[in-house]
């Protein structure tokens, strides 16, 4: 059908790859083609030096290319994502495998677009695309002049919901918001000049005229929840309002004394066996009685290894401890049912088919409601298996249930169903529960204390009411009248309290945004001999006003505790590799970073490390937060020992085996590498210390070779 | 707080873990290194990073951000030249780092080149900023805020650069009168400008700055100023750091003299002596 040329985007690059080896068989150009792209190709690699003309991707590359066949993505080599680029455009390549970078910038639009996945991964969750990435990608489809229209291919892998799928079709794009924020260095060329006042720029900032925007509707919304606020009334306010405070002193004593049951040293042992009877809360919403079926321990700290000194213990101690979750059956009404009903029969077929489904969360199911119960609804309710965490855990009984072994098949789990009811029913002034002291064995003297309290309180509150009930009209003699009225004043609290929350937000929106941490930057800043008490910048602000490429208050620390003072420039280099990698290797999580490296690189590493630790404490003790591990980790040696053979003079393929990333990233490190490394040559001289200055300098013209540093074909 | 003062050719330290700064060299004995001064002055210690700071020398290095006076020396195309100091290294002013008047932000034309003596000519005072350093030393100024540009109707002194320190805030008040700390040593001296902050627009300000210059100055203006320069020059002479405090303490001890006999040497040390102390 004439579909081409054709660009499939990926959300991977190993998945691009993946996708154009597939195709080797293919060939979609012919002999005149061929040779153009041939010749193309030749003039363009004119410029490596022949050791790079060697390189797998180079080599590997062109049979592709010359079936009109092409990878891009960022870990290409830069001079390959030129040619690709370039022959794109001139439309030898029919078909290309990209990632999503290929979808910004550069005008090369196509006649087809194929997605070949609707999730993607953004380091957090694998969520569904966004509107304003699918306007992005999509909107490479169709070239003006030469297509009527372009089409869009959206493979869809797997179950999605007709109103997930008309958001991403129909939405609106990104919208644009200020990420302004204000960098030490940004800071320091600030306080350099006399006068200028860092509080003008902020106040004058985009991101500060979005939030200000905001603040009138703010205050609206506030404003509407006072207003319902005062419209409940309430009789005997003051009588109401004692025991309101009362009863939620009880809860919050009640909470934290199941807190401490919930205590895996305590409870642990009676989820071992399947069927314990719990009762079960998702924030904030009660489930009610559950069964449970399993419960599995997931260790979620890394196993550290045996390395790294004073840093890996330290890191150790630092790590998580183990966590629980269990998995129970409940009783609960998918929260699709929830929204419009439209069509009888759409609604049928889904109440049949829910059944199907075994696994039910908090995001997609609702507790059960009183109505639905006892109502024709009933069908609606199903018991599915959650997995939670140990506190969600409201109560635990002695009541252990027979549940199978396989819940998956809806029978085995609508009998567990009518098993709890059953229980239920059994017991109409309670389901037994398993004492604290005697069965759990809680030992916490804390307990004993907040036991006492609940205790208290509740005698409190007993009287709170015998001593009213004589008083005639009172409201609190009738129970049913009383808990009317409690309810109506938990609601206008709420209000009130809501609408406190929406004017504290709007008021901290019209105050500078990052202006507190302006001032506690100004106090690292200070702490750390950038500048003196009175503000006026110093030796050391004045070397960290130069560097920008990386972490300046870092480097400053490096260069004026003479880290380089005993290293070879080729160390020196190898070492400032850490501030410019960023990429992580998902699989190496739980290796340690330092395995394999030899010792004239792992010392200088941990110093370092050492190094920016005390930095991390001096950021801390000016009450910003920063987590040290994190900030530690962040520097990775992953590319250290390939950047000390590259500025041996190894070749770019010897020192591409070094290191497990793709080409491009290294290529990308390097370069950053460079600049930063010119940065502190430059920083050097205005300090005096012309050694520093020449083993950088000698350092920059050893990474600056070949392949890393060859010119761009566009220019 | 003590300062470590040395003479060209001292030992400042031995041994390794030290970085060698500004004004020092490392000599290399047969089995240790030894860190010595190369000019005199105070030695100053950032972590690992000792240098020796010049206290005596007339000469201005200058860094980016300093508020410096400086007297326009010649015209060139398309910038000027601008003298410092006593060396013979002057300072670069380049058209497209002055302000032009009416505040009009715009590509210098080739008008603006020819014109260039209407906005300074040769042996004008002007005040400037440092924009940068360049590799040789070569100071760039600019004077793109309305707070530099030319000096008029006032009294200029020199003091040495190395009595004149980084502040946060060069421009002070004693009284009525204005001081303008230039980091080169060269102090201006004039009658307080009105407020400058309450005019809004440009043009309102360059018309009170217009309006001062062409008001004469007042005879008693005139010996306050006098006083001032005197207060300076006593600070200078006795060596001591020149700051905004220091000068009001003088001016007002040195009431009880006449202004002219504020610089012989036996009044010098009696108004000096008690800061000294």
């Known amino acids: 059908r004439n579909l081409n040329p054709v660009i499939i985007f990926s959300f991977s690059k190993k998945d691009c790859e993946k996708y154009a080896l597939d195709l080797h068989r293919e060939d979609y150009t012919d002999d005149v083609e061929k040779d153009l792209i041939a010749?193309?190709?030749?003039?363009?690699?004119?410029?490596?030096?022949?050791?790079?003309?060697?390189?797998?991707?180079?080599?590997?590359?062109?049979?592709?290319?010359?079936?009109?066949?092409?990878?891009?993505?960022?870990?290409?080599?830069?001079?390959?994502?030129?040619?690709?680029?370039?022959?794109?455009?001139?439309?030898?390549?029919?078909?290309?495998?990209?990632?999503?970078?290929?979808?910004?910038?550069?005008?090369?639009?196509?006649?087809?677009?194929?997605?070949?996945?609707?999730?993607?991964?953004?380091?957090?969750?694998?969520?569904?695309?966004?509107?304003?990435?699918?306007?992005?990608?999509?909107?490479?489809?169709?070239?003006?002049?030469?297509?009527?229209?372009?089409?869009?291919?959206?493979?869809?892998?797997?179950k999605m919901e007709p109103a997930v799928c008309k958001g991403i079709l129909y939405g609106d794009p990104d919208p644009l918001n200020s990420s302004?924020?204000?960098?030490?260095?940004?800071l320091l060329n600030m306080m350099r000049v006399e006068d200028v006042d860092p509080e003008y720029l902020l106040r004058s900032s985009f991101h500060q005229f979005q939030r200000e925007k905001e603040v009138p509707g703010l205050l609206l919304q506030a404003k509407e929840m006072e207003e319902k606020a005062a419209q409940i009334e309430i009789e005997d306010a003051e009588l109401v309002s004692t025991y309101y405070q009362m009863d939620q002193q009880l809860v919050v004593t009640r909470n934290k004394l199941m807190a401490i049951c919930r205590q895996p040293q305590y409870i642990l042992k009676f989820l071992q066996r399947s069927g314990r009877f719990l009762d079960i809360t998702i924030d904030g919403d009660?489930?009610?009685w559950g069964a449970l079926v399993s419960c599995n321990n997931t260790n979620s700290s890394g196993v550290g290894g045996n390395s790294g000194g004073a840093a890996g213990k330290l890191a150790q101690a630092a790590k998580k401890q183990q966590t629980y979750t269990l998995d129970v059956l409940l009783f609960c009404v998918d929260r699709h049912f929830d929204k419009k009903k439209d069509d009888d029969d759409v609604q049928k077929e889904d109440v049949q088919n829910q059944s199907m489904l075994w696994r039910g969360s908090h995001e997609h199911c609702r507790p059960v409601r009183q109505e639905e119960e006892n109502g024709g609804d009933s069908k609606l309710i199903s018991m599915r298996l959650f997995t939670i965490s140990l506190d969600c855990v409201d109560r635990i009984s002695a009541v252990v249930l027979y549940v199978p072994k396989d819940v998956h098949p809806p029978e085995a789990r609508k009998n567990v169903g009518i098993a709890v009811k059953e229980v239920q029913k059994r017991f109409p002034d309670g389901v037994p529960l398993l004492d604290p002291i005697k069965d759990l064995c809680v030992k916490d003297p804390e307990y004993q204390l907040l036991l006492a309290r609940a205790t208290e309180l509740t005698t409190r509150m007993a009287h709170h009411i015998e001593s009213h009930k004589d008083s005639s009209s009172s409201v609190l003699a009738d129970e049913d009248e009383r808990t009317k009225q409690i309810q109506l004043y938990q609601r206008k609290e709420e209000y009130l309290k809501g609408a406190k929350l929406i004017r504290a937000e709007a008021h901290s929106y019209e105050t500078i945004v990052m202006k507190d941490t302006m001032k506690q930057m100004k106090r690292v800043l200070k702490k750390l001999g950038h500048v003196d008490a009175h503000g006026v910048i110093q030796t050391k602000g004045r070397t960290a006003c130069e560097i920008n490429t990386a972490d300046e208050l870092l480097?400053?620390?490096?260069?004026?505790?003479?880290?380089?003072?005993?290293?070879?420039?080729?160390?020196?280099?190898?070492?400032?590799?850490?501030?410019?990698?960023?990429?992580?290797?998902?699989?190496?999580?739980n290796d340690d970073p330092l395995k394999g490296l030899k010792g004239y690189l792992t010392i200088p590493y941990i110093k370092l490390q050492d190094v920016a630790r005390s930095v991390c404490h001096?950021?801390?003790?000016?009450?910003?937060?920063?987590?040290?591990?994190?900030?530690?980790?962040?520097?990775?040696?992953?590319?250290?020992?390939?950047?000390?053979?590259?500025?041996?003079?190894?070749?770019?393929?010897?020192?591409?085996?070094?290191?497990?990333?793709?080409e491009g990233s290294t290529i990308r490190t390097l370069r950053r590498l460079e600049e930063l490394v010119r940065q502190i040559a430059n920083a050097s001289k205005a300090i005096g210390n012309a050694e520093l200055q020449a083993k950088m300098e000698k350092g920059s013209e050893l990474l600056k070779r070949d392949i890393v540093f060859c010119s761009s074909l566009y220019l | 707080m003590t300062t470590h003062l040395v003479v060209p050719g001292q030992v400042i330290a031995e041994g390794d873990g030290f970085l060698r700064g500004h004004g020092t060299y490392v000599e290399i004995l047969e089995n240790s290194e030894r860190l010595v001064a190369s000019v005199a002055g105070r030695v100053e210690r950032v972590n690992k990073l000792v240098s020796v700071i010049p206290v005596a020398s007339s000469l201005y290095r200058g860094h980016v951000g300093d508020l410096i006076v400086g007297r326009i020396l010649e015209v060139q195309t398309n910038r000027w030249k601008v003298q410092i100091s006593d060396s013979h290294r002057s300072a670069?002013?380049?058209?497209?780092?002055?302000?032009?008047?009416?505040?009009?932000?715009?590509?210098?034309?080739?008008?603006?080149?020819?014109?260039?003596?209407?906005?300074?000519?040769?042996?004008?005072?002007?005040?400037?900023?440092?924009?940068?350093?360049?590799?040789?030393?070569?100071?760039?100024?600019?004077?793109?805020?309305?707070?530099?540009?030319?000096?008029?109707?006032?009294?200029?002194?020199?003091?040495?650069?190395?009595?004149?320190?980084?502040?946060?805030?060069?421009?002070?008040?004693?009284?009525?009168i204005s001081l303008l700390l230039g980091t080169n040593g060269y102090i201006w001296i004039q009658r307080a400008l009105p407020n400058l902050e309450d005019a809004q627009l440009a043009e309102h300000k360059e018309k009170l700055k217009k309006e001062h210059t062409e008001t004469p100055v007042l005879p008693d203006e005139r010996e306050k100023i006098a006083r001032i320069r005197n207060s300076i020059e006593c600070l200078a002479k006795v060596h001591l750091m020149v700051t905004p405090e220091r000068i009001e303490q003088v001016f007002k001890i040195s009431q009880s003299l006449r202004t002219e006999e504020i610089l012989f040497p036996d009044n010098i040390i009696k108004l000096t002596r008690s800061i000294l102390r």
């Open chain 1, 618 to 662: 001096a950021i801390q003790a000016c009450k910003i937060e920063l987590d040290e591990d994190e900030y530690v980790e962040k520097f990775n040696p992953g590319m250290m020992e390939a950047v000390f053979a590259w500025s041996k003079g190894a070749k770019f393929v010897d020192v591409q085996k070094l290191t497990d990333t793709f």
């Open chain 1, 286 to 288: 009660s489930y009610g």
């Open chain 1, 39 to 158: 010749q193309v190709y030749t003039n363009a690699i004119e410029s490596l030096s022949d050791d790079d003309r060697t390189l797998p991707q180079v080599v590997a590359l062109l049979p592709l290319l010359k079936r009109g066949i092409g990878i891009h993505h960022g870990g290409l080599l830069p001079i390959l994502k030129e040619i690709v680029e370039i022959l794109f455009s001139e439309g030898l390549i029919k078909c290309l495998f990209a990632t999503e970078t290929f979808s910004i910038g550069i005008n090369m639009p196509a006649k087809t677009v194929v997605f070949t996945n609707t999730r993607k991964w953004d380091g957090k969750d694998f969520r569904w695309v966004t509107s304003g990435e699918y306007i992005q990608m999509s909107g490479r489809a169709g070239r003006r002049g030469k297509d009527d229209r372009g089409i869009v291919i959206q493979m869809v892998d797997e």
């Open chain 2, 92 to 176: 670069q002013l380049p058209l497209s780092g002055v302000h032009l008047p009416g505040g009009v932000q715009r590509v210098r034309t080739q008008q603006d080149s020819r014109e260039m003596r209407q906005l300074f000519h040769e042996g004008d005072l002007v005040s400037a900023e440092v924009h940068n350093v360049q590799s040789d030393g070569t100071l760039a100024l600019h004077t793109r805020s309305l707070r530099y540009g030319k000096l008029e109707n006032g009294c200029l002194i020199i003091v040495p650069p190395a009595l004149v320190a980084k502040r946060k805030n060069h421009f002070c008040e004693i009284g009525n």
């Open chain 1, 180 to 186: 302004y924020k204000i960098s030490y260095n940004m």
């Open chain 1, 555 to 589: 480097v400053v620390e490096l260069m004026f505790t003479g880290i380089f003072a005993d290293l070879t420039s080729e160390q020196c280099v190898a070492l400032l590799s850490v501030l410019t990698f960023d990429e992580r290797n998902k699989k190496d999580e």
